[in-house]
Structure formats: structure tokens, C-alpha cells
């Protein structure tokens, strides 16, 4: 039984140093603080987004901070940082993890993904966005996040994965309205006579709202169809298009309606038909000039060829000669030189 009892005790103490170790004031201040001054990269870690930061970036944040500067300083130099958080981080703020370099087989079924979602993609520019960011992301280094066995503070780039999420201060004030509207409706035959009728004249706009909007899309379909039968399909009339569309309520009501023309699919077929068989034409006139120009060249060379040979004989090539002298010297007797 005293055995029994030492253990209990034993147990007892253990646990009210437990809860005595808890994060201190200061702790989550700091904390908040590099929540909005350091910077952090979000990731998918675990099948989970979550937000990291890297250590030395954080360190060279905090020493600038007033945290580390004045008389009520928190650490004094980079390796009490260090340390503190080091308490933080056993205090679970945040957990060390590991940078990993993405296998090729990760990399082909991302890309695989990528691809389906590109062919299922209906417009083409939508297609041009996803190829620029797929070479975007090729530009950048493939890497993901995996849990670090040694779990302490580390001056140098390693990713700190954030487990503190602190509530922001807007969700306090939502919660408490909501939960305010609920009781109110709750205590709604306590409300005045007044009140009460100009609700119940709401609601009867309302209802009536939604089953006009109801009678429009009846109405648009109705006449798109009597338009589309009178006119064998080739008149398209939509009164109202983006009714249905997933935009907001101003634009559900514009344009007020679309019109398309679509002729017979006999004529577009004749008519591209008709533009083929002219630039087939075309095609074909250029290719005959070209071949008139190549048979003119083709003379030419061989007019040349022809007359070479007859200026290349004897008594051709001395006349040449002396008519091209007569042109440019005059023959002198050598007694008129010499006198």
C-alpha cells in the first residue's frame, strides 16, 4: 500500500510540473509578432497546407525587433534567441521539418495531373495560363516538406513548420453576432406587432423574388425555342444569358440579351470549300511563274554558254583586241618620235 501511494504521488508531481511548464506572456507576444514580420511560404505538408519559415530569416528579424534592443530585452545576442526559441519551439509553436527534394516519379503523376486538368479545360486560354505556369513552376526547384528527427532551434535555412494559429479578433465579433441574431429570432414572437408585420412583408418579397426569377428562366427557354423551331435553327435569341451563370446579382440581369446568327452547315462547308479551291489556284499560278522565270534563266545561261566560245577564236579575238587599243591609244611612226 506505501509503495501504491509513493507512486501516486510520484504521478501527482509529475503532472503539476507538466502544467506548471506552460508558454509564458511573453512567449505568444513573440510569437504574434513573427506571425506578421517574418516572412513565410506556404507548402503542402502531410496532405495539409501549412505555413514555414526559415530560421535565419526569423533570427535576423527578432534582433532587429524590440525585443532585443532596450532595457527589458528578451535576449541580448543572437545565440539567446537562439535559445529562446528553443523553448519555444519545446513549448510547440512550431516543429522543425526537413527540406526534400522531389523524386522524378512525384514529379511525372504532378505532371500527369496537370495534364488532365488542361485537356478537360474549355478554353484555349485557359490552356495558354496553364502552360506559363507550368513553366514557371519548372524554373523553380521541386521540394517538400518532410518531419525532422532532431527537433531543436538551428541557426540556418531549415523550414519551422507554425503550429500556433491564434483566432483573429473579427471571428470573436462574427461568433457573438451570430449567436445574438439566433436568440433573437428565437424570441421572435416577443417582438413588437410592427416588427413582426415588416418581416412578414419581407419574407412575401422574397418568395415573390425567387419565383419571378423561377419565371424568367421558364420564359427565356420558352422563347429561345419558338425562335430556334421557326427559324430551322439558324437564329440563336437568349433573353438574359448570365441568369443562371455563377456571377453576382447586377450582372445576372446584363446584357439584356444575345443574338447569333448560325447559317447552314452546307453553305460554311461550300464556302470554305470555294476558298481552298482560290488559294489552291493561287498556289498553283505562283508555281507556273516560278517555273516561267527558272525556264527564262535556264535560255539565258545557255545564250551565254553559246557565244562564249565563238569570241574565244583567233581572228575574233584580235579584232577585239585592236578595237579596244583604237579606243584608247593613237599609232605613232618612230620618225615623229624621234624628230
Known amino acids: 500500500m506505501a509503495e501504491k501511494k509513493k507512486a501516486k504521488k510520484r504521478k501527482e508531481g509529475y503532472m503539476d510540473e507538466e502544467i506548471t511548464d506552460k508558454p509564458t506572456k511573453n512567449e505568444y507576444a513573440v510569437a504574434k509578432w513573427m506571425k506578421k514580420n517574418v516572412p513565410i ?169 425567387f419565383i419571378f426569377i423561377i419565371f424568367l428562366v421558364v420564359l427565356r427557354l420558352i422563347m429561345f425555342c419558338l425562335v430556334w423551331l421557326l427559324t430551322a435553327g439558324k437564329h440563336h435569341i437568349w433573353i438574359f444569358p448570365n441568369l443562371t451563370e455563377d456571377v453576382g446579382l447586377v450582372a445576372s440581369f446584363w446584357p439584356l440579351y444575345t443574338y447569333k446568327y448560325v447559317g447552314d452547315g452546307g453553305d460554311s462547308n461550300g464556302s470554305s470549300s470555294k476558298v481552298k479551291k482560290k488559294k489552291e489556284k493561287d498556289s498553283d499560278a505562283e508555281n507556273d511563274d516560278t517555273e516561267d522565270d527558272g525556264e527564262d534563266s535556264d535560255k539565258r545561261s545557255s545564250t551565254e554558254a553559246a557565244e562564249q566560245p565563238s569570241n574565244n577564236e583567233p581572228g575574233n579575238n584580235g579584232r577585239s583586241t585592236s578595237s579596244e587599243c583604237d579606243n584608247d591609244f593613237v599609232m605613232v611612226d618612230q620618225d615623229e618620235i624621234e624628230s
Not at 57 to 79: C, H, I
Not at 83 to 101: D, G, W
Not at 129 to 139: G, N
Request: hydrophobic share 45%; net charge positive.
Open 41 to 209: 511560404k506556404k507548402i503542402k505538408f502531410l496532405n495539409h497546407m501549412v505555413q514555414y519559415f526559415t530560421a535565419s530569416k526569423a533570427l535576423d528579424a527578432l534582433m532587429e525587433s524590440e525585443f532585443a534592443t532596450g532595457d527589458e530585452a528578451l535576449f541580448s545576442s543572437r545565440v539567446d534567441a537562439v535559445h529562446y526559441m528553443q523553448v519555444m519551439l519545446e513549448h510547440k509553436f512550431f516543429h522543425r521539418a526537413r527540406k526534400v527534394p522531389m523524386s522524378e516519379s512525384e514529379l511525372k503523376a504532378k505532371k500527369k495531373k496537370k495534364e488532365d486538368k488542361a485537356i478537360e479545360a474549355e478554353n484555349s486560354t485557359a490552356e495558354g495560363k496553364a502552360e506559363s505556369t507550368e513553366i514557371k513552376e519548372k524554373k523553380k526547384r521541386k521540394v517538400r516538406l518532410d518531419m525532422h528527427i532532431d527537433q531543436r532551434f538551428v541557426d540556418c535555412l531549415d523550414a519551422y513548420v507554425w503550429i500556433y494559429d491564434p483566432v483573429p479578433f473579427y471571428y470573436w465579433i462574427f461568433g457573438t453576432l451570430l449567436v445574438l441574431g439566433a436568440i433573437g429570432v428565437c424570441l421572435f414572437p416577443l417582438w413588437p406587432p410592427s416588427v413582426r408585420l415588416g418581416v412578414y412583408y419581407l419574407s412575401v418579397a422574397g418568395a415573390g423574388f
